[in-house]
């Protein structure tokens, strides 16, 4: 099965220069954690959570940052053609939980999320494996070395 046939489409993003109320609006209003950053052009350059706001923003006082202050630059994606065991192996590989969806221009097409991966029955043991590496700690107290 490709990504194309799991991913949500018609995905919202936000502009670098956007005020964080922007991502956290379109969060509440789509009821996610994470929007996508793009370009004018349509091109993904970055992804902002919900944490990002909250840790690198509202915990500093900066209630009007903008999402260019809080998003994440290196952004993994990946092709509609991709197929859904590669998708759950790039997510558990960069520790993610949702994966922009872009075409062969970088323009952002869709977002296919853990969730996605784990509606289709053929893949639930791979989402469950690709969370199960994404939630393993990195660094701090309870990291695996």
């Known amino acids: 099965m490709k990504v194309q046939d799991l991913m949500t489409r018609d995905v919202k993003c ?3 220069n956007d005020a964080i109320q922007a991502a ?3 969060m509440a209003q789509v009821n996610c954690g994470s929007v996508p950053v793009c370009d004018e052009n349509s091109k993904v350059i970055g992804m902002v959570t919900d944490r990002d706001i909250v ?4 915990a500093k006082g900066s209630t ?6 809080c998003m994440t630059g290196q952004v993994v994606t990946c092709r509609p053609e991709t197929d859904a065991h590669e998708a759950a192996d790039l997510m558990a ?4 939980r949702r994966l922009p969806v872009v075409d062969a221009s970088g323009k952002l097409c869709g977002i296919c999320s853990i969730g996605d991966l784990a509606t289709v029955d053929i893949h639930i043991n791979e989402a469950g494996d690709a969370l199960s590496k994404i939630s393993v700690p990195t660094s701090g107290p309870n990291a695996i070395h």
């Open 55 to 58: 840790v690198q923003a509202v």
């Open 24 to 26: 956290a609006q379109i």
């Open 64 to 69: 009007n940052a903008t999402i260019r202050d």
């Open 93 to 96: 590989q960069h520790q993610i």
């Open 14 to 16: 936000v502009k670098a």
